[in-house]
C-alpha cells in the first residue's frame, strides 16, 4: 500500500526558511493531490496547502504569502517551503493524499488517506 | 476566515454511545470528514463524505449530517476509541478549501 515519508531538518532558525520533502513509495504520486498538515505541540490540526501532481497549487490564505509546495513527479516526492518562519511555526508537519472521485459530474474528495508518520521542526536560535 | 466547532471534550462509559458534533455555516454545502488522533500518532480518517466509512474501520463508527451540523457517533464505545477526533471541511466560497475544526477529546470512563 502506498506510504508516505517526510523529510528535512529537525530545527530551523527563526527568520529562515523551513524545507521539508514527503517521499511517497507502494504507488505513484499521479492522478492525486499532495497535502501538508500541521500541528503545533498540544495543538489541533493547521491545512497548509495542497498540489496536484499537474503542479496545480492552492495554499491556506493564512500562510499563503510564505509558502511554496512543488512536486518532482520523477521522483515520487512534493515539497514544502515556509519562509521567514517564527516560533509559532515549531510544529510536527504532516504530508497527506487526497483522491478526487468524480460520478455524473460531482467531484468530491476521499478525504485525507494515508498520512505520513510527521516530523516535529523546531523553530529557535 | 471560516471555522469549524466542536467540543473540547466528550467523556463516555464503555458500551456506551458517543456523539461529538461539528457546526459550520458551510456544512450543509460542504462534505464532512472526520479523523480520530491516538497520542503521538498520525490522525486516521474514519468518516468520509458525511457518512461513508473507509474500508478497516470498524462498523460502530457511522457519521450523519443535519443543517450546519454534522455528528460523529461511536456506538458501542471501547477504551481503544479513547482518542481526539478532528472534523474538516471547507467554506462555500472556495477561499478555504480545507478547514479543520478544533478537535475534541473523547475520553473513556
Known amino acids: 500500500q502506498v506510504q508516505l515519508q517526510e523529510s528535512g531538518p529537525g530545527l530551523v532558525k527563526p527568520s529562515e526558511t523551513l524545507s521539508l520533502t514527503c517521499t511517497v513509495s507502494g504507488g505513484s504520486i499521479s492522478s492525486y493531490y499532495w497535502s501538508w498538515i500541521r500541528q503545533p505541540p498540544g495543538k489541533g490540526l493547521e491545512w497548509i496547502g495542497y498540489i496536484y501532481y499537474s503542479g496545480s497549487t492552492n495554499y491556506n490564505p493564512s500562510l499563503k504569502s510564505r509558502v511554496t509546495i512543488s512536486v518532482d513527479t520523477s521522483k515520487n516526492q512534493f515539497s514544502l517551503k515556509l519562509s521567514s518562519v517564527t516560533a509559532a511555526d515549531t510544529a510536527v508537519y504532516y504530508c497527506?493524499?487526497?483522491?478526487?472521485?468524480?460520478?455524473?459530474?460531482?467531484?468530491?474528495?476521499?478525504?485525507?488517506?494515508?498520512w505520513g508518520q510527521g516530523t516535529l521542526v523546531t523553530v529557535s536560535s | 476566515s471560516y471555522e469549524l466547532t466542536q467540543p473540547p471534550s466528550v467523556s463516555v462509559s464503555p458500551g456506551q454511545t458517543a456523539r461529538i458534533t461539528c457546526s459550520g455555516d458551510a456544512l450543509p454545502k460542504q462534505y464532512a470528514y472526520w479523523y480520530q488522533q491516538k497520542p503521538g500518532q498520525a490522525p486516521v480518517l474514519v468518516i468520509y463524505?458525511?457518512?461513508e466509512r473507509p474500508s478497516g474501520i470498524p462498523e460502530r463508527f457511522s457519521g450523519s449530517s443535519s443543517g450546519t451540523t454534522v455528528t460523529l457517533t461511536i456506538s458501542g464505545v471501547q477504551a481503544e476509541d479513547e482518542a481526539d477526533y478532528y472534523c474538516q471541511s471547507a467554506d462555500s466560497s472556495g477561499t478555504y478549501p480545507r478547514v479543520f475544526g478544533g478537535g475534541t477529546k473523547l475520553t473513556v470512563l
Open positions: 463524505k458525511d457518512s
Open positions: 497527506a493524499r487526497e483522491t478526487y472521485h468524480c460520478t455524473n459530474g460531482v467531484c468530491y474528495t476521499l478525504g485525507f488517506d494515508p
